[in-house]
């Protein structure tokens, strides 16, 4: 088995409970989360209040046609797993319509639970990326710690201080992605005449970067809203937190990019051609993109 196919098996076996298993879960994002219509839904809703779509099983009854009822909203949305982590596990299958009282919490649990399962995913992602191989201890007991949390009672798990966990995590996320793409850079013959450079929270919206080279790139939280990177090389590239929504994917090798998420392709627009990290599919919706 080559090292590629070591990674891409841990990978899978570790972020295996960090996709969403609507089976097994109370509908919560249905429930706790709020609804916009400047945000992608058709309808504003409160927090704790059901969609009107949510059947009594917690099953969406248009689940299939979202685009078609205009919840673009809920095609990005991804709890990374915390659905049923928090069903399951958290309230041990007592869900909200059965025990109203715990209601509240549970859906603060969720939203908690949520932010914990993003970390979970990115640091697992880390302990793929062999440029990293340096601070993978640091990573795996970060994972561990993480991951312990996520088991804790409701009342004491709200009691964590995620701002400073969040912290944590991201000071290992930041050094993945400088070691990961300091190596991607050290292999190009061209990188030291690249005219462009990026930081956290780049403005790119409809930008044309198909004539830019973006392998090893920082576009972390960029904005790449309607952006146009068909054909594009992004080997390397750190997507942690941008924002993909209707940026133009089609062609593009996204396969080696590090810390994308289904929930930013999702957003955006690709095609059959669109090659994509393991563990991330390609959307329904992206066939009959524009």
């Not at 709020?34 to 209040?49: R, T």
């Not at 869900?95 to 639970?113: N, T, Y």
């Not at 133009?248 to 999702?266: C, E, M, V, W, Y």
Request: include cysteine.
């Amino acid at each position: 088995m080559s090292e590629n196919e070591i990674d891409s098996s841990f990978s899978g076996k570790k972020r295996s409970n960090l996709h969403p298993d609507c089976e097994n879960c109370f509908g919560l994002c249905c429930v706790a989360l709020y609804f916009s219509a400047s945000e992608g839904f058709p309808i504003n809703k409160n927090a704790g209040e059901p969609c009107p779509n949510l059947e009594q099983d917690f099953r969406c009854c248009i689940h299939n046609n979202l685009l078609e009822h205009g919840l673009k909203g809920c095609i990005a949305f991804e709890c990374f797993g915390a659905g049923q982590k928090v069903s399951k596990v958290s309230f041990d299958g007592r869900d909200w319509r059965k025990a109203p009282e715990s209601s509240e919490q549970m859906f603060k649990v969720f939203l908690f639970m949520r932010q914990l399962h993003e970390l979970l995913w990115y640091l697992t992602e880390a302990l793929t990326l062999q440029p990293a191989s340096t601070i993978h201890g640091a990573l795996s007991s970060m994972l561990y710690e993480t991951e312990q949390v996520t088991c804790l009672r409701p009342d004491l798990l709200m009691q964590l201080d995620l701002v400073a966990h969040r912290e944590k995590v991201n000071t290992l996320l930041l050094r993945t992605s400088e070691l990961v793409r300091s190596e991607v850079l050290q292999g190009l013959k061209t990188h030291r005449g690249r005219k462009k450079t990026f930081g956290r929270g780049t403005d790119l919206i409809a930008t044309d970067l198909r004539k830019i080279d973006l392998r090893g790139a920082n576009l972390r939280g960029a904005y790449l809203i309607a952006a146009d990177l068909r054909g594009a090389d992004l080997k390397g590239t750190d997507f942690i937190g941008a924002d993909f929504r209707d940026t133009d994917l089609r062609g593009a090798d996204l396969s080696k990019s590090i810390f994308l998420t289904q929930a930013q392709l999702n957003v955006a627009k690709g095609d059959g051609s669109t090659r994509l990290p393991p563990l991330l599919i390609h959307p329904k919706h992206w066939s009959v993109a524009p």
